[in-house]
């Protein structure tokens, strides 16, 4: 979790600034978040600022003003910093343009600078957004996670329909929406993607209740779990008894 | 803009209820937000729930339970309905499990049922995320966007350093983060990135000045521009006598 290490108000909202251990980079990061008035009412729009060479995430803050715009129109700014600080890697310090500062937004394959993975913290773990659904909910959070390798930090899925270009419900809603075309058909269907899938080894969790009456005719989570083979970390957990209900979520 | 139709207290956060105009959908759409008590604090992470056929963003809401665990957690809950609604397509209320409550979560290709996008409405228009960014920033902000072209509402870049491979500061780097593999190069420059660019075309502002002491060595928007063609909405706009500092974002 991020801790707070400085709030100031600002034109009603407030600029916040946290700390916290970046798993993909491997330090402790800083990170700063304009919350506009309108944060406290609702779920606001964001907009990620990314900053240039030599700079940290108090540049846009403290320089730009974008803070009066951004309450005006009610949205959140996240400003990451530019590199991963303080790795001890030999070089880090010693130019404006490379090492601390200048991460330039990518994942380095070189050995000395493998822990430089700016491009998968900005867009995997600064979101945090995760998504998960149930039933044709659960089929709408895996094709979505399979299709966008990086935009979630988990998916998990209740009672999904992995398959449905196999079973009734899916193959009667892809007739309808995409017509007799096989191949569309297979670009939302779980089971079909991750056939393909050379993303990377996401996590998934799917929680199948063996008291569900659409169990063996519109679900059969084993499909999806034979299909994925070792390309996911799937866990697939059947609960006991559980139906296909909102019993079974709660 | 979202209207908030109805807000309640709920272990110390709360769930509000919105309608808004779907631009993606072409009709009026709600959708339903659990703010835990830190949100008034801090940028909290975000759970999609997607949910089965027949069901609204009532039924997580009202049915499972799921915000004491948010609460708990810091979680914000996001529920989206499961189709588009009132859209008068003929037989769209005929079944449960095919028009009316049953979008599943994909973008239809017949002509009838053409305003069924619950995947861009899910994936684009909800989270509402926006990506912008300075000189290495406004590299970031493109690469991000080329990649992930689902990912961002909008996208601008101030001064973005477009073309990597070819300019100095971004062959210092790449040389030194990805080695020698001019691939390995290709897949972090805008400027490449776009000419094998298949995505949809996405709306992508550049602001350069024309005082930039760096345009001509390190930045060349029009190479971008050129390599783009007709495959994103870009506009480059050139701005009067602004230079690379922060004064130009200001």
Known sequence: M???????????????????????????????????????????????????????????MQKSGAQRKAAELGLALVAPDTSP???????EDDAYDFGTGAGFYLNATQE????????????????QSSIMGHSMGGHGALIMALKNP????????????????????GQKAFKGYLGDDKEAWAQYDATELVKDYSG?????????GTGD?????????EVFQEAAG????????????????????A
């Open 213 to 221: 009456d659409f169990l063996n005719k519109q679900l059969q989570p």
């Open 112 to 127: 000395q600078w493998k822990r430089y993975r700016m491009y998968d913290y900005v867009l995997q773990e600064l979101p």
């Open 2 to 60: 991020a801790s707070q290490v400085q709030c100031n108000k600002l034109f009603g909202g407030f600029v916040n600034k946290f700390t916290h251990e970046s798993k993909v980079l491997g330090c402790k990061m800083t990170f700063s978040v304009y919350l506009p008035p309108a944060a406290t009412q609702k779920a606001v729009p964001v907009v990620y600022y990314l900053s240039g060479l030599t700079c940290t995430d108090d540049n846009v």
């Open 200 to 208: 990377r080894k996401q996590a998934i969790l799917i929680d199948q």
């Open 150 to 169: 990086g935009s979630f930090r988990s998916v998990s899925a209740f009672a999904p329909i992995v398959n449905p270009s196999a079973v009734p419900w």
């Open 85 to 91: 600080r303080g790795l001890g890697i030999p070089g």
């Open 230 to 249: 070792d390309k996911l970390a799937l866990e697939l957990r059947m609960q006991e008894g559980y139906d296909h209900s909102y019993y079974t979520i």
